[in-house]
């Protein structure tokens, strides 16, 4: 069940400050994000699971807990994990060929996928130790990618015929969200507000970021981009995903109040922002020079200098991210945010199948 990239059965990727499509957001919305774009510098550590081949960051919450999945050198299974007080817990779904937790709100509940024993996909939630399927019903390879406050899930599935589908779970009624005329669509981010992010395929190939609010649809493309994907939303209506450069580059981006922040991990080749917590920590996978294999890390928003705010004033939010405009972006410090080597050995979620 390795998933190359965040794979979810299509994925693709695209940032730098730009306007994109017409954006339509409330004001107050416009204005948080206006307000908390005048202070975007990041810290950067990488999540590391003790002695793990590969590590994806899928999700994280208020309390900085972190989920995602993990591949133990040798092994072909795929592992979930929560990680929180500095202690990688494993989760993995009982009798399950790869488990991938790829959501968590901030409650503490979990969503994600798994393969069963039979090779067949199935989503889970997982809440105070009960771990339990969630299939989209006549659907198959159903992926739980995220759950928001009030346990509403956004998700993907696959119809009979084969054709690809984003879902919203709302206590268990399925609501099929689909962009228009595309032939593929995936639900990834949800939050409070109903508000969900993903990516949609059209007939030509191309594939393209949305915005779902209110019933209504806004494509979200980084210019110039081979394609782009908008995967997490938090409170604030900020999201996160990447594009793929021409050259086949994928860049992480922030994407606030109609402007693309280019996210990359410094020194990274590829780098593939995943989620934003309400307090706008960003995770995601990197892929460090030269190496293919992938990494999570975490983007922890610090406040700039009183200085660097005047500055942001006197330029304005749209002109302050023209080009790639604070260095610390690419030079900030990066530590590792690995176990040490008296780090004790991961438990296994003690759950309780329903």
């Known amino acids: 069940m390795k998933r190359s990239s965040v794979g979810i059965m299509l994925l693709v990727a695209c940032a730098v400050p730009f306007s994109a499509q017409e ?9 948080r994000i206006e307000k908390s774009a005048l202070s975007l510098l990041y810290r950067f550590r990488t999540i590391d699971h003790p002695g793990a081949q590969g590590d994806q960051a899928l999700g994280v919450n208020y309390s900085g807990e972190i989920v995602g999945q993990y591949f133990l050198s040798g092994e072909e299974l795929v592992h979930g994990y929560l990680f929180g007080g500095g202690k990688f817990t494993t989760v993995d779904f009982p009798g399950a060929l790869g488990t991938s937790a790829d959501g968590i709100n901030d409650s503490g509940a979990v ?15 997982l809440s105070n130790g009960v771990i339990e ?3 989209v019903p006549n659907g198959t390879n159903t992926i739980a990618s995220g759950i928001n406050n009030s346990g509403q899930i956004a998700g993907l599935y696959q119809d009979t015929s084969g054709t690809q589908h984003g879902f919203l ?9 689909d962009f228009p005329d595309a032939t593929a669509t995936a639900a990834l981010g949800i939050n409070s507000s109903q508000e969900i992010s993903g990516w949609y395929q059209l007939g030509d190939g191309t594939t393209h970021g949305f915005l779902y609010s209110s019933g209504s649809f806004e494509t979200i493309d980084f210019p110039g981009a081979s394609y782009t994907v908008a995967y997490g939303i938090n409170d604030s209506g900020e999201i ?10 994928a860049n992480g981006f922030l994407y606030l109040n109609g402007t693309f922040v280019q996210i990359d991990v410094p020194n990274a080749s590829q780098t593939e922002p995943v989620a934003i917590s309400r307090t706008n920590e960003i995770v995601g996978i990197y892929y460090a ?26 330029l ?11 260095a610390s972006l690419q030079s900030s410090p990066f530590p590792r945010f690995s176990a040490p080597a ?10 309780q199948v329903k």
Do not use: C
């Open 111 to 125: 969503v994600g996928s798994y393969t069963a024993s039979d090779g067949t996909g199935h989503g889970f939630r």
């Open 316 to 326: 304005g939010v749209r002109g302050l991210w023209r080009g790639r405009p604070f």
């Open 289 to 314: 020079s030269g190496s293919g294999i992938d990494n999570g890390f975490m983007a922890i928003r610090i406040p700039a200098k009183r200085e660097s705010i005047a500055r942001a004033r006197r």
């Open 169 to 177: 779970d709302t206590s268990g009624t399925f609501q099929d969200i």
């Open 240 to 249: 996160v995903g990447w594009y793929q450069t021409p050259e086949g580059r």
């Open 23 to 31: 954006f339509k957001q409330p004001d107050a919305r416009a204005q």
């Open 342 to 351: 008296s780090f004790p050995q991961d438990k296994l979620l003690k759950t």
């Open 133 to 135: 399927t969630l299939d």
